[in-house]
């Protein structure tokens, strides 16, 4: 997700002085139901010059190293798998004759262990609903104080598991999970605490929730080397202390409102000038009038050096330059801004970008939950698959740190049509490299792939911000991933169909995802495509319109 950036802050007293001026930027709303929940009552938002540079650095690195720490630690769910099965997490699952043989691990193992990674990797997608909410409404310290709650009950849950009388493993992973959005969404609004600077903080903790998976590979890793005696209880009663670090944070550093947007400290500006041309409509006497003006006009010039300040001095204009490229390039920007949410939906730029990531989150995560045993299966070389699945260990947080300045530049200079042609092109060589049982083709399908995965969910939330607008971006890119989740159950019914139907070969439910995949994406891109021309000839349309309605030069002189 990106948070909306704002524009010039030129001529600040020439539109303070316009009753009727509108806003050029608006804050982009985390809440998915917007006025669908009573509406929050009316509290100052804070802007981040009046708070200490120090303090605001130190709230940014804070956020970026608990994030690092517990943003997406369930998607290092394949470092942590072979923990589990070597510490007999739900070994009981085998059967006896499974158990006689020492097989390494069995069907209802497998099922069941993947079982628990799916439920985590659905409640953290649809868990944006929630989050979304409590954050507009409540602010960022109380989700953060939920979230530090929910991955410290995670802990003690996961860490006793083995002692208690129910299925504690999926809890305890589950609440992990779902205090993943909530530690990492409300992060999001320090980009406003350096708004030139807004980009930079985005991809660094977009960077930190990607190494986050990494926390279950430095775990495996002391596992091993320690011959099996640094035991999931010892780790997971440790790491109690990443919750409290971030409980500590929310309630002594962190802010309790997020920090307003620039394009929301040139409203209030905007607001005093309107309050000003109002109270020049009333019979005032000239002293009280004078006074009044010399603090209006105070009020407006200190917000306006602030706001320079926090920019740069010419930070505004090259911002909405740079905002006005990116919108120009697109070739979709605007396409639904300003209808109403319910009719987004219904339309085809919904649905099928909706389908689509329905299709590649499943992909996605079935990939994570069983990669070794797919290569195990395809190259019929169980050490061979365990050096991929190391592989992609550690070649997962490293690719998404890599991948963000790529990502950003191709979001930011081409055309929506050739992000998702490129989405669509790397989603079947992807699939397309898993069918082929080869050494090769595993480390050419995990290289390709821990850059697929974070350019493909940030050009989903690129689409849905550039089609849909920032007006209902939290209802509608939160209906698009709430889909992508509760519909990745279906991968419990892969793995069944896998181990059941095809006797462990992998290759027909990938080459079943790889067509639907294929399918619907050409679908997607067709349709962008043609709506792209469509856009582009109204636009020329209308040039020519208005050059007709420009007199020549010669006919100037001829009058």
Sequence with gaps: MSLVRVTSIDSFSDRATSPTSEPRDRKLSFNPVGEWVPPRPQEELVGAFEVSKTKRLLQVWVAVIYCLLAAGIVFGYAALKPVLISEGVYRDRCTPEEREKHARTCYGQELRLNLMFTIAAVASNVCALPVGT????????????????????GCITFAFASDLPFDAYISGYLFLSLGGPFVFIPAYQLSNAFPAHSGAILAVL????????????????IYQQSHGHYKLKTFFLIYLIVPTIILLAQIFLMPAESYKTVGEMIQEVEDDGGEFHRFNEEPYSDAHRDHVHEERFGHIDDVATEITELLGSRGGSRHARKEEHKRAISGVWGVLHGRPAWDQIRSPWFVLIALFTVIQMTRINYFVATIRYQYEHLLGDYDQAVRINSFFDVALPVGGIIAIPFIGYILDHTSTLFVLSILITTATTIGVLGLLPYAWAGYANVVLFVFYRPFYYTAVSDYSAKVFGFATFGKVYGLIMCFGGLLNFSQYGLDALTHLAFRNNPIPVNLILLVIALIVGVTLVGYVWRNTLSIKRGLLEEEAEDAREVLMPAATDTL
């Design 206 to 221: 977009t960077g930190a929730f990607d190494s986050s998976s990494a926390i279950f590979l430095i775990y495996r890793l």
């Design 134 to 153: 409590i954050l507009d409404r409540y602010g960022p310290r109380i989700a953060g104080i939920i979230g530090g709650l929910l991955v410290a009950l």
